[in-house]
């Protein structure tokens, strides 16, 4: 059974930066590309970020771009969400998601599975 189990989320204040961290299990996870979206209260799930399988190529939304990095480490089957110079409206449940095969897509639709979502606030 596929499990893709995100961490690190929280209050923070502006300015400020935090780790989200996804951690993956049931999978090859070096045969996934994984992305990172989010959405906010009434508003519709959007990419963030994302990262193919062999690491080499990474994709960011352009309101993140700059402030957002995203990593991976295959052999703990973790990706990660380094966000820093948070703002409000960055407030959002942040979802990582597989997609086999993938190599980094800004689509939604394309991914294979995704996680439970954990909740980032950034206050002003």
């Known amino acids: 059974q596929v499990q893709l189990a995100e961490s690190g989320g929280g209050l923070v204040q502006a300015g400020g930066s935090l780790t989200l961290s996804c951690a993956a299990s049931?999978?090859?996870?070096?045969?996934?590309?994984m992305g990172w979206f989010r959405q906010a209260p009434e508003k519709e799930r959007v990419f963030v970020a994302a990262i193919s399988r062999s690491v080499s190529d990474t994709y960011y939304a352009d309101s993140v771009k700059g402030r957002f990095t995203i990593s991976r480490d295959n052999a703990k089957n973790t990706v990660y969400l380094q966000m820093n110079s948070l703002k409000p409206e960055d407030t959002a449940v942040y979802y990582c998601?597989?997609?086999?095969w993938g190599s980094g897509s800004s689509d939604p639709s394309v991914y294979d599975y995704r996680g439970q979502g954990t909740q980032v606030t950034v206050s002003s």
């Open positions: 049931g999978l090859t996870f070096s045969k996934y590309a």
């Open positions: 998601a597989a997609d086999l």
